[in-house]
T-cell receptor
Framework: DQQVKQNSPSLSVQEGRISILNCDYTNSMFDYFLWYKKYPAEGPTFLISISSIKDKNEDGRFTVFLNKSAKHLSLHIVPSQPGDSAVYFCAASDTGANSKLTFGKGITLSVRP | DVKVTQSSRYLVKRTGEKVFLECVQD?????MFWYRQDPGLGLRLIYFSYDVKMKEKGDIPEGYSVSREKKERFSLILESASTNQTSMYLC?????????????FGSGTRLTVV
């Protein structure tokens, strides 16, 4: 049973526009959420996180929104750049920020110049 | 910056071989994790450890074991490699990034079992 779902396998966006990556979860015990970015042949890199006590966290071009009632979070990238082209993983923890994570399957973002 | 080093980027092993994947972190962190990444399946947790000599099974521990004799080193062991263990293996440690807690991953080991 997949507890973290990224239902769209890919997304293509024009450079300069907004990219919106969605993630749904089923475990109501999840209390910490993260986004990771991965280039081929490299390990994932941490992008941004959000605690369940918040509904928004912003860091530069990246903003994560959390809707607990809908069990949904999204990552907004504005403006999108060609270097943002990568696989993005949503992840969640039910035991706090410093613990094991459950990952989604990932979404491949392509930003067209 | 936190550094997580995985000893090999690419490995090719034969079915039935015993395989050791090594991971070292340089920041004295307690928590270390082993994941595998497969296309269409995302990252799946194999084993993790919150301290020396301590280990916990993740979601897919079958066919694997781990060793944590020193805090900085967490080894993943494939007792008898099989072709379905061909994958990208990722080691990670958690820490406060300054922008919230998150993992720092190693560069990964792409293991092919033939």
């Amino acid at each position: 049973d997949q507890q973290v779902k990224q239902n769209s396998p890919s997304l293509s966006v024009q450079e300069g526009r907004i990219s919106i990556l969605n993630c749904d979860y089923t475990n109501s015990m999840f209390d910490y959420f993260l986004w990771y970015k991965k280039y081929p042949a490299e390990g994932p890199t941490f992008l941004i996180s959000i605690s369940s006590i918040k509904d928004k966290n912003e860091d530069g071009r990246f903003t994560v929104f959390l809707n607990k009632s809908a069990k949904h979070l999204s990552l907004h990238i504005v403006p999108s750049q060609p270097g943002d082209s990568a696989v993005y993983f949503c992840a969640a923890s039910d035991t706090g920020a410093n613990s094991k994570l459950t990952f989604g399957k990932g979404i491949t973002l392509s930003v067209r110049p | 910056d936190v550094k997580v080093t995985q000893s090999s980027r690419y490995l090719v092993k034969r079915t039935g071989e015993k395989v050791f994947l090594e991971c070292v972190q340089d920041m004295d962190h307690e928590n270390m994790f082993w994941y595998r990444q497969d296309p269409g399946l995302g990252l799946r947790l194999i084993y993790f450890s919150y301290d020396v000599k301590m280990k916990e099974k993740g979601d897919i521990p079958e066919g694997y074991s781990v060793s944590r004799e020193k805090k900085e080193r967490f080894s993943l062991i494939l007792e008898s490699a099989s072709t379905n263990q061909t994958s990208m293996y990722l080691c990670a440690t958690t820490h406060n990034t300054g922008r919230g807690y998150g993992y720092t991953f190693g560069s990964g080991t792409r293991l092919t079992v033939v």
